[in-house]
Every structure is written in structure tokens, then in C-alpha cells.
């Protein structure tokens, strides 16, 4: 009995070493961990740093490519080689900003200047401008000639969503910045949308260098094979020799979903479950919990979304286009009351499905507050094939071509 308990000891232990080295690899995005495929890109990346960092000349790139791609992981490979370089650790400083956090221009403001550390700097000063404001914060690092000032780089995750932010004054300004003999700048982007271009307007376009990093993976089967073997891998100085070989050895089709001490080591049913858990989409998942009206809501902002082209809409948009469609199939769904439709398109803000385009203001009525659709055609269309109480014409609308709407 004593002996089966130190071994289940031993083996807890274990995994809780293992727990941390694979969280570390997948979860931190580590820069420890191996780059697999991306070696050009890697060389472009590091190069255009070093001229930014070394030399005092500014850049713009964007890194393109589909989620989980290693973006992310290319990145930080790249800058932790770059802060290596004695002269360069001393004297380069970053700035992460990401479109999900800094929603508008006056936070990522904030978050720069805390960031830079220069809140002592900036104190009570007011300025009229964005741009005035950055360019304070920048000449506060300024030493002297170009050469010698301190550069900056900037990280903008989901840089898509700086593009849809009002005036896109943020871009605007950092792009400028990097085209002008200012403080030397780096602005790297990071985003999975290919057509990003396109979101920007013209002032920005101008001024960003056009420069794309692709991350696009191809990889065959037998390379997703060594790229699994070596990532869920144990490392040679792993404490407990035997251990670490016998989970070496199951390390062919695997996933950490089910381990425990009495389940140490992994099984291909253990990944098929862990690769179902991987592609749930929780949004989706909140669609299927909806009612007919809140999904006709849904489906109403979608034609919106294709006849704008993602232009922000308000309620009384999306009222007229179900009412359109209730006209059309009064027979099939029940036409609800105003303030009932303004109930459920409510309830759909309050699970984030929607998000107001701006602070709501005690004098602004609410079917003219601007909002804009979380879900993608795609995920609104898989949400509907899974909702088993559709009606027919719910569902043949939500397919329809915008002809006839």
C-alpha cells in the first residue's frame, strides 16, 4: 500500500513539473521554444529590427497570418534575440499595445505613458491634440541627434481592431512618427485579417511602409508529426529520468486533458477529445441558447453587416430589416411588439454579442446608439445549423442573397 502511494506521489510530482514546462511552451508563447517553418520570415523580422534598434532608422511592418499560426512566437523569438545585443538592452524600449484592450485613443495614451514610465513627466500638462500628446511623450526620450535618442517599438495585437477605432488617429500618428526624422521608431502590427489593408484610410496608408510579414504554415503530416513530438516533448534535464523517457516514448498522438495520477501518460482518444475541446466556439455556443427572436435580430444585423460592409448600425436599423422580413413570412414567425424586440436586442448586448460603438450618453436615444456585430457570417451560420428549433424561413433567410432584401 505505502509503496503504491509514493509512486502515485512520485508521479503527481512529475506532473506538475510537466504541467508547467508544456504551459510554459504553449501558453506564455515562450521564446525558448523552437521555430518551426518561419526562418525567412524570422531573418526579415530580426533584420528590420536591428536597423530600427542599432542604427536609428524607423520601420512599419505588419505580421499576417491565420490564429495560431506563431506570430506571437516569431515575434518574441526576434525580440529576445535583439535584447540580447548589450548596446541595444540598455537603450531599446517596447510598448505593447492590443485592439481588445486599448479600445480608444485616450487608453492607449495612458497605457503608453505607463508603459515609457513617463507619468512624472507628463503630470498635470494638458494638450489640445493626440498628436501633440505623443510627440511630448517621444521627445522625452530624445537624447540628442537621432542616433542617440532612445527607440521605441511598438507591438500593436489585433491591429485590426485599432483600424475600425475612430479617425484612426493612433495608426495615423505612429505611422507619421516612423516616416519623420523623430525619435526612431519601430511599428510592428499583428493581425490575422488579410484584407487589413483595406481598412486603413488613406492618410494612414500613405504613411505605413506597405512591409508584410506572411505567416502562413504548410506543413505535411510528417512534419506535424516531429513538430508535435518535439513540442510535447520532455527536455533532457528533466528531474526524473524514467519518467520523462516513458513519457517520451507515448509522446506520438497525445493531449493533456485528461491526465492525471492515475491516467499518467496520454492516448489518441485523449487528443480527439482535446482537438473537439480546442475547436468549440464559445459565441457559437451562446447563439444556440438563444431565442427565435434574438437569432432573427442576429440575422437582420448580418445583411446589415454585407449591405454596410461592417458599417456600425443602431437598433431601429435592425428593426427595419425584421420587420422587412416579418412582412414577408408573417405566417411562419410572430410579429413581437417594439419594445419587446428592444428587450432581446438588450439581452444580446449584455452577452456580448453586440458592443456600442460609443459611451452611452443620458440625453442619446437608445435606437440611435451605434453598435456593432461580434459574430462573424461564419460562426452565425454554423450557430444556426446546430439550433434544432429553427424555423424554415429563419433559416432559409439567414442563406439568403441580399436581392431580394
Known sequence: MSSRKTKNNIHAECLSQV?????????????????????????????????????????????????????????????????????????????????????????????????????????????????????????????????????????????????????QTLLYNLFDISQSAQTPVAVIG??????????????????????????????????????FKEQLSLPEEFPDKVFAERWNENVHMLALNRVTVSHPFMTSADLMEAQHLCSLDSKANIVHGLSVLEICLIIAMK???????????????????????????????????????MKAFEHLQQLELIKPMERTSVNSQREYQLVKLLLDNTQIMNALQKYSNCPTDVRQWATSSLSWL
Do not use: W
Open 19 to 167: 504541467q508547467r514546462i508544456l504551459r510554459e511552451r504553449f501558453c506564455h508563447h515562450s521564446p525558448y521554444s523552437n521555430l518551426f517553418g518561419v526562418q525567412v520570415q524570422y531573418k526579415h523580422l530580426i533584420e528590420l529590427l536591428k536597423r530600427t534598434a542599432l542604427y536609428g532608422e524607423s520601420n512599419s511592418v505588419l505580421i499576417v497570418g491565420p490564429r495560431g499560426s506563431g506570430k506571437t512566437t516569431l515575434l518574441n523569438h526576434a525580440l529576445k534575440e535583439l535584447m540580447e545585443i548589450g548596446e541595444v538592452s540598455e537603450n531599446v524600449l517596447q510598448v505593447h499595445l492590443n485592439g481588445l484592450l486599448q479600445t480608444n485613443d485616450k487608453i492607449a495614451l495612458k497605457e503608453i505613458t505607463r508603459q515609457l514610465n513617463l507619468e512624472n513627466v507628463v503630470g498635470d500638462k494638458v494638450f489640445g491634440s493626440f498628436a501633440e500628446n505623443l510627440s511630448f511623450l517621444l521627445e522625452a526620450l530624445q537624447k540628442g541627434d537621432r542616433t542617440s535618442s532612445c527607440p521605441v517599438i511598438f507591438i500593436l495585437d489585433e491591429f485590426d481592431l485599432f483600424a475600425h477605432q475612430k479617425n
Open 190 to 227: 499583428l493581425t490575422c485579417r488579410l484584407d487589413v489593408l483595406e481598412l486603413l484610410e488613406k492618410r494612414v496608408k500613405s504613411r505605413f511602409s506597405h512591409r508584410q510579414i506572411h505567416v502562413m504554415n504548410s506543413f505535411d503530416f510528417p512534419q506535424y508529426l516531429k513538430i
Open 303 to 341: 445583411h446589415l453587416n454585407d449591405i454596410y460592409e461592417e458599417e456600425p448600425f443602431n437598433f431601429q436599423m435592425v428593426y427595419n430589416e425584421f420587420q422587412k422580413f416579418i412582412q414577408r413570412k408573417a405566417h411562419s414567425v410572430y410579429n413581437f411588439e417594439k419594445p419587446v424586440v
